[in-house]
Each structure stands twice: as structure tokens, then as C-alpha cells.
């Protein structure tokens, strides 16, 4: 199991997802689970009207999470650095170009809520490369 | 005295495909005429540092539209009973008789992602007729951006839109005017922009077209910014190795939107593609 992006990383991004003063206004509709996965490490963010109210490692079958964001250590790496190359800078770049950065689930509630997820998406980056 | 900009805002009915459409037309400057093409589901704002630029208004006279549906022009009569669905011969019967109806002489015509994927049409179609082009993010050919999700029940489409194009900009481009970009695709009716991008992804494909162009009647400059990852580089490229006597240059840092994300950053690349067509 891999230890990125480690522990300290993920708190500190919870505490800046629930800092944001834009997800305070656009996240009222935010209400939903969702996983991250860097390579085989998963992680299910709960999210309560923008804020993550909760964060499981390695979730059992009975965490319901309807979409989650799938790649490669390498290709997080690339997009969590301070200096991203083109095409691993948004996520939204990478599930056009970077086939290894999957969504997995039901996109239609990530799009639904792509505004604030977005957001979010973008927070990890501002919360600074892992491991740094 | 109120300090206004100098950018005058008027509306022009004109007759396209034989409908009348009452488009909202905005210039500023005067010299040689420069058509401005916004990019899909945006309008003509995207274009106000560059009709606000006196290196520029000096020595052009710049004009921009909105299309029809977008921004402050109003959608033909019985709008209501079609999907908005531009295509390659739509548009180039658009610019042309916004071109046709202002009188406008050998204009250059710039336009950005979708504008500069049909001003390559036009240097095709119309290298007689015009100086040059500025193609900014130009394709030949660029499938891949079309979804259904761009217009559906369940998904508020200005933040689908927004949000969607958001990244296009480059992570160095100043966030204000990254931001100011997302409000104005925000602002977009319900499948227009996934209209114009039936253009871009779907319709659009002149790989042969561009062959055609002669840079010696009709010049043409390329610009393409480095995190544009609708048309990247290497898709500019592509266009620029196909049109032979053609200039392109990568913008560093740059995304998708230059002249609105980073103008200041923009104008010196802009400044000497418009002394390339001009000359």
C-alpha cells in the first residue's frame, strides 16, 4: 500500500477545503461521498454542503459512493506539484488527455456539482505538492 | 466628465441563411479594419483589452461581434424550435455578412479556439478578400470536447460550461481574469455552447482546406499557448506545417484564451501578429 500522498497531506487538505471561503459559498449543494485513488491507496471523502465531514481510508463495500477520480501515483504526482506540466494542471485537462486519470461511478453527480468540485479538485493543488 | 473606455457598442440587423438576426456589434480604433471572433459559448467581451489597447486602436480599426445566441444578440425568429447547432458553413456565412454588412476592406480576422479554427476557412475561402488571419489556439481539426452533459436537465449548464472551460486557462494566468472568463461562459443560453462545439468537435475538419492558403496573398500568424490542452501546440503545429510561408509561435505559460486570461502577457505576441498580417 502506498503512502502517497500521506496522512499530514490529506489533513491538510481537509483543513483547507473547510477553510475555503468560496466552498462556504458554493457548496451549499455539495452533499455526497466520493473517492480518491492514488494508485492503489482509496480513500472515500464524505462531503456534508461543502465541507468533508469525514475521510476513510480504504473503504469497505458498505461506503456508498456514487463517483470517485482514479490515476497513477505518477500522474497525481504531476498534477499536485508546484509546477504542473500542460495537461496534468486541471482535472478536467487530464480526463481529456491523460487516459490514465480516470472517473469512476456515476459522472452525472460529479457534474452536477462540477462548480464546487471543481473547487475542491483545485484546493488539493493549493494545498501543496505531498511529501514536499 | 465619467472616464468611459473607448469601445462604442452597437446593434446591426443582418440577414443570414434567410433569417434576420439583430447582433450587437462593438468596435473601437481606426485604421485597418480587424475582425474579432469570440470563442464558443463567450461573446464579444472576451475582446475588450484589445479594443482598449491604443498600440492597438492606433492603427485598427477593431471589431467584434457577438453571435447570434450569444451574449447581447438576440436568436433569429423560432428560435425556440431548433437546437442551436452551428457548422462550418453556418459560421463562415455569419462572419460573412458581418464582414459584407460593416463595408469592411481587406480586414484581418482574428478569432480564438473555435474563431481560430474558422479563420483558417476563411484565409481558405477568402484569401483574395483579406489581409491576413490571427488564428489564436487554431485547429485544422479538433474532435474531443463535445458531451451531453453540456446541455441536460440535471446539470445547471452556465457552471457545467464555466467550470468546464475554467482549466483551459493557464494555472499562471491572473485569476481575476481567469475568473471574469468563467462569469462570461456562465452567462451562456441553455446548449449554446454545447452548439458551438458541435462546430468544433464534431463539424469542423479542414486539413485539406488549409493547404490552399497562399501566405503570399493572404498572411497568416499562429499563436497557441502552451497549456491550451482543447488545441495544444502540437495541434497547432500541425496547421502551421500544412500552410506553407505561415508563422506560429507557442506562448509560454499561456492557456486557451489569451487576450481575456492574460492580456498583458498576450499583447507583445499579439502586437507582432498584427505587424506580420499587416505588413
Known sequence: MSEFPGASWLDRYVARVNADPELAVIGDWLTTTFTLTFGDARHAVVVDKGRIVKLIDSPRFDVRAPFGFRAPIEVWRKFLSADPPPLYHDFFAMLMRVPEFVIEGDSLVAMQNARALHRMMNIMRETGAPNA | ?279
Request: with cysteine; glycine share 8%; proline share 6%.
Open chain 2, 1 to 279: 466628465m465619467p472616464e468611459f473606455e473607448d469601445i462604442t457598442g452597437r446593434y446591426l440587423t443582418v440577414g443570414i441563411g434567410g433569417e434576420q438576426h439583430r447582433l450587437f456589434i462593438e468596435e473601437a480604433g481606426r485604421g485597418i479594419p480587424l475582425l474579432c471572433l469570440h470563442t464558443a459559448g463567450n461573446d464579444s467581451r472576451q475582446f475588450r483589452h484589445v479594443m482598449n489597447d491604443k498600440d492597438v486602436t492606433d492603427r485598427f480599426r477593431v471589431v467584434a461581434f457577438d453571435m447570434p445566441y450569444h451574449g447581447r444578440s438576440t436568436p433569429p425568429d423560432k428560435w425556440w424550435l431548433k437546437k442551436p447547432r452551428l457548422t462550418t458553413k453556418l459560421y463562415l456565412e455569419i462572419i460573412r455578412a458581418v464582414w459584407t454588412a460593416l463595408g469592411l476592406e481587406r480586414p484581418v480576422v482574428m478569432g480564438c479556439s473555435m474563431g481560430g479554427a474558422i479563420v483558417l476557412k476563411v484565409a481558405a475561402d477568402y484569401q483574395n478578400e483579406i489581409r491576413g488571419i490571427v488564428g489564436l489556439e487554431s485547429s485544422a481539426h479538433a474532435p474531443g470536447r463535445y458531451n451531453d452533459f453540456l446541455h441536460h436537465p440535471a446539470i445547471h449548464g452556465g457552471e457545467l460550461c464555466a467550470s468546464y472551460t475554467y482549466g483551459l486557462n493557464s494555472p499562471y494566468s491572473p485569476e481575476q481574469s481567469r475568473r471574469e472568463n468563467w462569469w462570461y461562459y456562465s452567462q451562456s443560453g441553455p446548449g449554446v455552447y454545447q452548439g458551438d462545439v458541435h462546430f468544433y468537435s464534431n463539424d469542423w475538419d479542414a486539413r485539406d482546406d488549409i493547404k490552399s492558403i497562399d501566405t503570399g496573398r493572404c498572411k497568416v500568424a499562429l499563436l497557441t499557448g502552451e497549456f491550451d490542452y482543447s488545441c495544444t501546440p502540437a495541434m497547432t503545429e500541425q496547421v502551421a506545417a500544412a500552410i506553407k510561408g505561415s508563422r506560429y509561435t507557442m506562448m509560454k505559460r499561456m492557456g486557451h484564451f489569451p487576450m481575456i486570461e492574460n492580456y498583458p502577457d498576450f499583447r507583445p505576441y499579439l502586437l507582432d501578429a498584427l505587424d506580420h498580417v499587416a505588413s
